[in-house]
């Protein structure tokens, strides 16, 4: 194993004053001094990384949680496993870095397969796999797939899958510790889970589609953060739903000027097939909010326009409960996954207009116009009982990289689930 020890002195030498790295025969120094250090840290981990280490060892002084946490983002890769030995004594905080370690892996892993092998029901029995290898106790779950969503009316998955050959599928997950079957559910989860995104009849270019297959992340964020809440000891009962499907183009495929009737009455003109995310999302939270939980969080790769206005360091985050969104943004900061609330009032319902029903999926113009992000959360907001819940938004601007870049490996980042754990929490 390469031994990779900490200085908070600035490098002066051989591989160059100010250097993030310097190596040794058996190892490497990371110099860390300057302005964010954990930037600095994460960015000379993707230095050894891209070096050719596979294995690490994290020795000597200096190494808080923080510090090993954000050598970890910098040194997965996207191709191959990576072997690092803690720093970190203490059993507790071992247990912490395994555990957010565990949780973060499984989200590159199915994030980052292919979407010939990763498409509506698989992501659906991988996420139960998952959940059960920690919990599997108080997990149980309910799977609806094909036609059969639209007999109990989820017409939003079953009209943005419908044209794939494989069917799109509605996963509920049951985390119940209390043994009670008549607990009150304390939180329940949303998440998009696009498993390949081809805009539909709103066709993307290739450039905009070749990455599609990071379209399910909302559904991996959160499945991943139900499970590292359990690992650190969530005890209140919680629901997660999964919306998932293929976006695909066929004789029977959905199309723009068809009109949606949803389970509470809410009717929807599609005018843009590739603001299918929403659709989809939309069934999640009315089934949300028939559970009756206090909390709903939703999590999606819903906007690039969330991208444009936040870029890929932080996530977007919107809700009509202003503390519930201070306090997600004060938590983003405790586990260093920034967040970045934008735009959300009662009046952006009214921002995709249709002369048709009762709103619009998106507006007609490129990227759903001005302020699409924002728009988009609106569309959400028609759909959750936020006089009974608490909501928030994730549009999950920072959860997968199309190329690597000086900090992150190419691919999904993992970033949003500690976020959403710590809410849970």
Same mark, same amino acid.
């Given at each position: ?119 509506? *029901?698989?992501?659906?029995? /991988? &996420?139960?796999?998952? =959940?059960?290898?920690? $919990? !599997?106790?108080?997990?149980?779950? +309910? ?125 929807? *003109?599609?005018?843009?097939? /590739? &603001?299918?995310?929403? =659709?989809?999302?939309? $069934? !999640?939270?009315?089934?949300?909010? +028939? ?135």
């Amino acid at each position: 194993m390469l031994r990779i020890t900490l200085s908070s002195e600035a490098y002066t030498g051989a591989w160059g004053d100010n250097s993030l790295v310097a190596f040794q025969n058996d190892g490497a120094t990371l110099h860390y001094a300057g302005d964010y250090p954990l930037r600095r840290i994460q960015q000379a981990a993707r230095t050894i990384q891209a070096q050719g280490a596979t294995q690490v060892s994290l020795e000597g002084e200096g190494w808080s949680y923080e510090r090993q946490w954000a050598f970890y983002c910098g040194f997965a890769a996207t191709n191959k496993a990576v072997e690092i030995k803690w720093a970190s004594i203490d059993e507790d905080e071992l247990e912490l870095l395994n555990a957010r370690r565990r949780s973060a892996d499984w989200v590159r892993k199915v994030v980052n397969a292919t979407p010939e092998d990763m498409y509506p *029901e698989k992501l659906a029995h /991988d &996420a139960i796999a998952f =959940l059960n290898q920690i $919990d !599997g106790d108080n997990i149980s779950h +309910e799977l609806v797939v094909g036609d059969a969503l639209l007999e109990q009316g989820w017409i939003g998955t079953h009209s943005v899958g419908r044209a794939s050959s494989r069917p799109p599928v509605m996963l509920t997950i049951d985390f119940n510790p209390t043994a009670d079957p008549n607990a009150p559910v304390a939180a329940c989860l949303v998440g998009k889970g696009i498993t390949f995104d081809s805009g539909g009849y709103s066709i993307k270019p290739s450039a905009g589609m070749v990455t599609m297959k990071c379209d399910m992340g909302g559904a991996a964020t959160v499945t991943a953060a139900l499970g590292y809440a359990i690992e650190q000891g969530l005890s209140q009962r919680v629901k997660l739903i999964l919306c998932c499907a293929e976006n695909l183009i066929a004789g029977n495929a959905y199309k723009l000027g068809d009109v949606l009737t949803y389970k509470n009455g809410v009717s929807v *003109e599609v005018v843009n097939t /590739d &603001a299918e995310g929403r =659709l989809v999302l939309a $069934d !999640g939270l009315i089934a949300a909010s +028939e559970t009756k939980a206090p909390l709903i969080i939703d999590a999606a790769t819903l906007t690039g326009a969330a991208m444009m206005a936040v870029g890929s360091d932080y996530n977007a985050i919107f809700g009509l409960d202003k503390a519930l969104l201070q306090k997600a943004q004060q938590l983003s900061e405790l586990v260093n996954e920034p967040a970045w609330p934008l735009p959300l009032e009662k009046w952006h319902q009214g921002q995709c207009p249709s002369h048709y029903a009762d709103t619009a999926n998106s507006r007609v113009q490129k990227g759903g116009g001005m302020g699409g992000a924002s728009n988009a959360a609106g569309f959400l907001s028609r759909f959750v009982e936020t006089e009974t819940a608490s909501w928030i938004h994730f549009d999950l601007a920072a959860c997968f990289n199309d190329s690597p870049n000086a900090r992150w490996a190419a691919g999904a980042t993992g970033l949003g689930v500690a976020n959403i754990a710590a809410l849970l929490l």
